[in-house]
């Protein structure tokens, strides 16, 4: 498998666009993470998915974002509209039930102008 | 989740070993501890879980004391490329990862 794949790697955006972030999670897992790391607050978790399904979504920051799992092999998280604090280094993880090691994806480093 | 604590950074050289030691006083019986690794522009990685004694891979060493209040990672012989942020994270197994701040580890030729 070639681990979990997002796209794009980079983005630079103008404040107001709308932004989507892509992740394709290794095949045969069921839960499926996505992530935000910046210098001021580390690695937060936003939401997680489990067999599809949004299970827990207490660390979106705002309405402005959004996330998505149409399937077992892609998710999508959505900032519209996107303003310069949300420039940030996004990742996607994905696991197997009862297995605490997550993998992790290369980010996409969004930058907000 | 149980709480961790670990220092912010820590400084090596080339070739010595590195010990990095994480506090988690309020760990529950059923609570794993496991150490994720993250290189700079790169996500984290998982390098060693254990629940209790002395598990060790290629990557590393985890220490954990009978009480099991708190951990060793250790690295042999590090080099350059172990230069790297060090995460502890203590909960059940299958648990959501979620990550503190972690242990910067700077190796120095």
């Known amino acids: 498998d070639a681990g979990v794949i997002q796209s794009p790697r980079h983005e630079v955006t103008e404040m107001g666009q709308e932004v989507t972030l892509r992740c394709k999670p290794i095949?045969?897992?069921?839960?499926l993470f996505w992530y935000r790391q910046t210098m001021m607050r580390g690695l937060e978790l936003l939401i997680y998915?489990?067999?599809?399904?949004?299970?827990?979504d207490s660390g979106m920051p705002e309405d402005r974002f959004s996330a998505k799992m149409p399937n077992a092999s892609f998710s999508t998280l959505k900032i519209q509209p996107s303003e310069p604090r949300d420039s940030a280094v996004y990742f996607c993880?994905?696991?197997?039930?009862?297995?605490?090691?997550?993998?992790f994806g290369q980010g996409t480093r969004l930058t907000v102008v | 989740l149980a709480k961790t604590t670990q220092p912010i950074s820590m400084d090596s050289y080339e070739g010595q070993e590195v010990n990095i030691t994480c506090s988690h006083n309020?760990?529950?019986?059923?609570?794993?501890i496991t150490w994720y690794q993250q290189f700079p522009s790169q996500g984290p990685r998982f390098i060693i879980q254990?629940?209790?004694t002395k598990v060790t891979n290629e990557v590393a060493s985890l220490f954990i004391p009978a009480d099991r209040k708190s951990s060793t990672l250790s690295l042999p012989r590090v080099s350059l490329s172990d230069t790297a942020v060090y995460y502890c994270?203590?909960?059940?197994?299958?648990?959501?990862?979620?990550f503190g701040r972690g242990t910067s580890l700077i190796v120095h030729p």
């Open positions: 998915f489990n067999n599809n399904v949004p299970i827990d």
């Open positions: 993880a994905s696991s197997f039930t009862g297995r605490t090691e997550a993998f």
């Open positions: 095949s045969g897992h069921d839960y």
């Open positions: 994270l203590v909960g059940l197994l299958g648990y959501i990862p979620t």
């Open positions: 309020n760990i529950a019986t059923n609570d794993y």
């Open positions: 254990g629940y209790k």
